[in-house]
Structures are given as structure tokens and as C-alpha cells.
């Protein structure tokens, strides 16, 4: 009888329960209250939060366990089913979703087939302004190094100033896996953290006459040297032809611009391609979300996440964020100092990728200062170009660290 | 401080590559925008109005006919086909 007993306390797993595991259940239902209750990016945030909570789950062997526990001796990988037999469902998922790159690129392409790139054609100049803003992304690698990560460390720490989920989960995936955990939630949180971000960084950058500026009253002024009479027809040409030449220039960014590009030229078609583009954008992307949140989430076991990298990540990723947004509001304080065509600031604040939000708070912000100045179709050019910008660094770092 | 050379090269060779591409895209977007308005006719109502009535119309109708077939075969997701059409 008593061997029965000992036997069930075996097979739950209260002994197995540390403060560690407590601390992570703490971190887990956090990120489940923020995604549920405050609604920051509750499509992530709500799968990376369970996932956090399974993972640490004491003895049900959910968590992603180390690389070398999935290869032979040799460094080859094992089969999958040897992985599903031996450490269970969620490293299954993981090394075959996850470890092979598969999930970004095709969240990008829902991305792609839900992106407009509309705005950013009819303002094709402000399109420039989206690649100030991944400065974030290089001075914090920069940074991150004097702190004493290790270049594909600090590479991937520095792709948060991107503002863009799956790119920094792409470029972790290839140089720093061991991170992937904290960056996706730093990358996440910040991400969600935009409405509070842009603000501070923007009130703390630009003066009152800078918020002004009247976007559409310069458009008035100096009018666009030519019309784009047949939109439909360039917003087909313009993925296939764009792709083609940025895959020239970076091969690295292919996958995930390729693939967005892809989403894209779908939707743009029209309704014969309708279908394809209402499948990538919709449940093609929302199960890549879903294994993506959860797999990530199962990443940060407490072995993994309590660590000094950890809080180095989120200061890091915070410093990045906020660099980018100021490296855009600087470029167009620098471009209006020569131009006579002045462009609100906020439209580089907007470089970022988070797109459509970053656009909005901007809009918004703007509003605030002159409820006439409506500039959201203008931060939109940035904020999609950023989206292209911030593929192109991360193809930038995993040519030359990966 | 080899790694710090590094990270300052990746930051120089990153930027510029971003401009780079970022600056193709301004000029690809420019590029297709005037050979689209160059090379393709513009269908503009000025085009039926001045010619025959009646071929108007039925220009008018058919880009109206693919509207509505284009509306119906997104909504029944490509199982349903439009026989015909009658005003009421």
C-alpha cells in the first residue's frame, strides 16, 4: 500500500515544484493577464503566455529541451519521430516548425496579404524615412556587445528595434535560438507598447510647430510631380518586380520578403486570387500563430529565462525601440532642414514596422496638436517600408553572423 | 574589441544596405508607375461618353456584371456561379 502511495506522490509533480517553477507561473499568468484583460497583442500574447505555463508544468515534459539532446553524437539532428517519442508533443512542433524557420516566413505572407502598399506608392519619397528607423536595430547590437553578448547575441537583441514579430523571431531562430523566449516577448511587449513609446519619444524630440506640420496642406503646396493613373496595375507589378531585386541585392531577406511580396501580389489580383490571399491572411497565419506562440512560449523553461541575459534583453530591447523611433523623428528633422516641402517628424517616427499601429498613434498624436492634420496615409509609407527595412537588416545580419 | 570592430561594420555596411533597397524601392515604384501611365490606355468616362451611347451602356454593364460576379464568387468562396441577372 504504501508503495502505491509513494508511487502517486512520484507521479505528481508537487516535489518538483521550486520557486523557480513559481516565479515562471508568476511570468506566465502576467503575460496571460496583459494579453487577456489589457489586450496587448492578445494574439501572441495569450499563446506565449500558455506556453510559458505548460512548459513549466513540473514533470510534464512540455518544455523545449536543449539542442544537444536532439542530436546524435555527430551534430546531425535525430529523426522527428525520435524527438515526439522521446521529449513529447511541444519539441516535436518546435524542431520542426520553429528550428527550421518555417513559421515567420509564412506569418509574412498574411502580413504581405493584409499590407497595402498603397500609401507608400503614392508617397514613394517617404519611403526613405522607414530605414532611419532601424538604426535602433545596429546601435544596440553595438551596444549589446559592449555589454558583453556575443555578436549573434547581440544581433538578435537588436532586431527588436525592428518592431516586427516574426523578423525578430526569424533572425533568433538563425543566430541566437538559446534567446529566442525573451526576445519574442520583449519584441512582443514593446511591440504592444507603441501607443506609450512613440508618444514619450516624440514629445521628448519635437517641438509644438513640429507636430504641426500639415501634411496635406504641403501636398497642396507642392503638389506631386505625377499621378498614379492605373493603381491596380502597379500594385500587382510592383511585388513581383521589388522582389525579384531585393533578393538579388540581400538572398538572406528572400524568405521573409518573398514571402510577404507574395501575400501581397495575391491579394492585390483581385478577386481570382481572392481565396489565396483570404487563406494566407487568414487560417494559414492564424495557425502559424498559434504554434509559433506556444512554441516559443514553451522555450523559456526557468533554466533558460532566469538568467542575467534575460534582464539584459528587456533593457536592450527597450533602448532599441526607442532609438529607432528617435532615428526616424532625427532623419526627418535633418530632411526638413534642406527641404522646402516639410514632412511632420512622426512620419519617421512611424519607420518602425509595427505596422498598423505605429501609424495610428501618430495620426493620433498629430490630431491632438491640429485636429485638421490627419497624416495616418503618410506614416503608413514609412511604417510599410519599414516592414521591408527591417527584413533587409535582419537578411543584413544573418548573411554576415548566421 | 574585435567584435566591437564588427558591430560597428555591421552597423555602417546594415544602414546603407537599408538605404540602398529602400531607395530601389523608390525608384522601382517610379519606374513601373510611368510605364503604366505611358504604355497603358486610360478607360476614362470621357472615352464612352463621347462615342456611341449604346456602346456605353454596355460597357457600363458588363464592368457591372464583373463586379457582381467578382462579389459573388468571394462570398460563396467559389462555389457559386451568377446565371442571371434581373432588375427589380
Not at chain 1, 141 to 168: K, R
Amino acid at each position: 500500500m504504501s508503495e502505491i502511495f509513494a508511487s502517486l506522490t512520484e507521479m505528481m509533480g508537487f516535489s518538483m515544484i521550486g520557486w523557480e517553477t513559481v516565479l515562471m507561473w508568476v511570468i506566465a499568468f502576467v503575460l496571460l493577464y496583459l494579453g487577456i484583460f489589457k489586450e496587448y497583442e492578445p494574439l501572441l500574447l495569450v499563446p506565449i503566455g500558455f506556453g510559458v505555463l505548460l512548459a513549466n508544468l513540473p514533470g510534464a515534459g512540455l518544455g523545449i529541451v536543449d539542442n544537444s539532446l536532439v542530436q546524435h553524437a555527430d551534430g546531425s539532428y535525430k529523426s522527428l519521430l525520435d524527438i515526439a517519442n522521446e521529449h513529447g508533443i511541444m519539441n516535436f512542433l518546435y524542431y520542426a516548425l520553429i528550428k527550421t524557420g518555417i513559421l515567420p516566413p509564412i506569418i509574412f505572407m498574411g502580413v504581405g496579404a493584409l499590407t497595402d502598399f498603397g500609401p507608400m506608392l503614392r508617397n514613394l519619397k517617404l519611403a526613405l524615412f522607414g530605414g532611419a528607423a532601424q538604426i535602433g536595430i545596429f546601435s544596440v547590437l553595438l551596444a549589446a556587445v559592449i555589454m558583453g553578448f556575443t555578436l549573434p547575441e547581440a544581433a538578435s537583441l537588436g532586431i527588436i528595434g525592428g518592431a516586427d514579430g516574426p523578423t525578430a523571431i526569424y533572425t533568433t531562430i538563425k543566430l541566437a535560438p538559446h534567446l529566442l523566449g525573451p526576445i519574442a516577448i520583449a519584441a512582443y511587449s514593446y511591440m504592444a507598447l507603441v501607443p506609450v513609446i512613440i508618444p514619450a519619444v516624440a514629445k521628448l524630440l519635437m517641438k509644438e510647430k513640429e507636430f504641426k506640420i500639415h501634411m496635406k496642406k504641403m501636398d497642396k503646396q507642392y503638389p506631386p510631380k505625377h499621378d498614379i493613373k492605373h493603381l491596380k496595375t502597379v500594385k500587382i507589378i510592383f511585388p513581383i518586380v521589388l522582389g525579384v531585386i531585393v533578393a538579388v541585392f540581400v538572398p538572406s531577406s528572400a524568405p521573409l520578403l518573398g514571402m510577404l511580396l507574395f501575400g501581397n501580389l495575391v491579394k492585390e489580383i483581385g478577386p481570382n486570387t481572392g481565396r489565396l490571399a483570404e487563406a494566407a491572411s487568414g487560417p494559414i497565419m492564424n495557425t502559424a500563430t498559434i504554434f509559433l506562440g506556444l512554441t516559443v512560449g514553451a522555450t523559456m523553461t526557468s533554466e533558460v529565462f532566469l538568467s542575467g541575459q534575460t534582464l539584459g534583453i528587456i533593457v536592450g530591447g527597450f533602448l532599441a525601440f526607442a532609438v529607432s523611433v528617435a532615428g526616424g523623428i532625427f532623419f526627418v528633422k535633418l530632411y526638413n532642414l534642406f527641404a522646402k516641402k516639410k514632412i511632420n517628424p512622426l512620419v519617421g517616427a512611424t519607420g518602425l514596422s509595427a505596422v498598423p499601429m505605429a501609424s495610428r498613434v501618430a495620426n493620433d498624436l498629430a490630431l491632438k496638436y491640429d485636429k485638421s492634420n490627419h497624416i495616418l496615409q503618410y506614416c503608413m509609407a514609412s511604417n510599410v517600408s519599414g516592414v521591408i527595412g527591417s527584413a533587409v537588416a535582419a537578411g543584413v545580419l544573418i548573411s554576415f553572423l548566421g | 574589441m574585435e567584435n566591437l570592430n564588427t558591430a560597428l561594420g555591421l552597423l555602417v555596411v546594415g544602414m546603407v544596405t537599408v538605404f540602398i533597397i529602400l531607395c530601389l524601392v523608390v525608384v522601382i515604384g517610379n519606374l513601373v508607375i510611368r510605364l503604366t501611365n505611358r504604355f497603358i490606355p486610360v478607360a476614362g468616362p470621357a472615352a464612352g461618353t463621347s462615342g456611341n451611347g449604346d456602346a456605353a451602356g454596355k460597357r457600363t454593364h458588363s464592368k457591372k456584371l464583373a463586379v457582381i460576379v467578382a462579389a459573388v464568387d468571394v462570398v460563396t468562396h467559389g462555389q457559386g456561379n451568377v446565371e442571371s441577372i434581373e432588375r427589380k
